[in-house]
């Protein structure tokens, strides 16, 4: 009887462990990276503006207590345009958005915002794309929401859908 | 005129941000680090093999960083912070990580005990 469970016993895993190496192959490679800097204060960053409208963005002007979305885009960036109205929602029901232009030029940002509207309070002009790193973020757009106190609450990937805006509308509520 | 001289500034400042480190111990040691962080955008190849404009970011970053000083560990300490032990190819050992690293070992040991208990008992 023991012999046949010294037998039994490593086999069984010898099994699963093929099982599990053929489910995983088979699985898509891809999986969407999400910011390990949720539930994290922001790091210190201090960004300069687009323009006299859009002031600069630092991290102090996301700890004046006041629940902000923090979008990151880039006037290069096709699926940035398509989100354009559901931010438009999101600032006339009264959110502060200030978003962060991910590779770009003053220029290329006053374009944009002349075709598809500015919602944003400050814009802060990241050439580098340091502050993506900063803030976990592996591409454009992705809005984070940030509470009074500077600490990243959510993060929501890729282009907003107007299916999305409620959620939003409701998570940032809940975060104030 | 105008765009041309901004799209020549860009490559400029684009190969700038893509030249070795001076000191070449420490060009060695960035070139390492490359060779184990993940590229988010395209997730089978390491940074030091993307073209991802994210890659090139990070690769910016971990030479600005390791120029100032920062130890290899602690540069890729600070991705991990930010983006999950994903974003490494040798994963960290602790929490679930750990069956990673102790299945192996753990393998061999049963069956290696499997296989003495069979050979030790003459066949009847």
């Known amino acids: 009887m023991m012999r046949r469970i010294t037998l039994i016993v490593p086999l069984a895993i010898f099994v699963t462990f093929v099982i599990v190496a053929i489910l995983g192959l088979q699985r898509p490679g891809e999986r969407p990276v999400t910011s390990a800097m949720i539930g994290e204060t922001i790091p210190d960053f201090d960004l300069p503006g687009a323009n006299a409208a859009n002031p600069g963005l630092a ?10 979305l ?4 880039g006037s290069w960036c096709i699926p940035c345009r398509i989100e354009a109205p559901e931010l438009a929602r999101l600032a006339d029901a009264g959110i502060t958005i200030h978003a962060i232009a991910v590779r770009d030029t003053p220029e290329n940002v006053a374009a944009f ?13 990241d050439a580098g794309g340091r502050m993506s790193i900063e803030l976990g973020a592996t591409g454009v757009p992705e809005t984070f929401l940030v509470d009074g106190d500077g600490v990243v609450r959510a993060q929501w990937i890729g282009q907003i859908r107007p299916d999305q805006v409620d959620e939003i509308r409701a998570a940032v509520a809940a975060a104030g | 005129m105008k765009r041309l001289s901004i799209i020549l500034l860009a490559m400029m400042m684009s190969a700038f941000a893509e030249a070795p480190l001076p000191d070449p111990a420490e060009e060695r040691a960035a070139q390492a680090l490359f060779q184990e962080l993940r590229c988010l955008v395209c997730q089978g190849q390491s940074i030091a093999e993307s073209d991802a404009e994210l890659a090139a970011d990070m690769r910016a970053l971990v030479r600005e960083r390791i120029a100032a000083g920062e130890a290899p560990l602690d540069v890729r300490n600070y991705l ?18 750990l069956i990673l690293w102790a299945a192996p070992l753990l393998l061999v040991l049963i069956g290696g005990i499997a296989a003495l208990r069979m050979f030790r008992r003459p066949a009847s």
């Open chain 1, 59 to 68: 991290a102090s002007d996301l700890k004046q207590g006041t629940v902000t």
């Open chain 1, 70 to 73: 923090v979008n990151l885009f």
């Open chain 1, 113 to 125: 915002l002349e075709e598809y509207g500015d919602p944003f309070a400050r814009i802060g002009m």
């Open chain 2, 80 to 97: 991990v912070r930010r983006y999950g032990d994903w974003v490494t190819f040798s994963p960290p050992a602790r929490g679930t990580h």
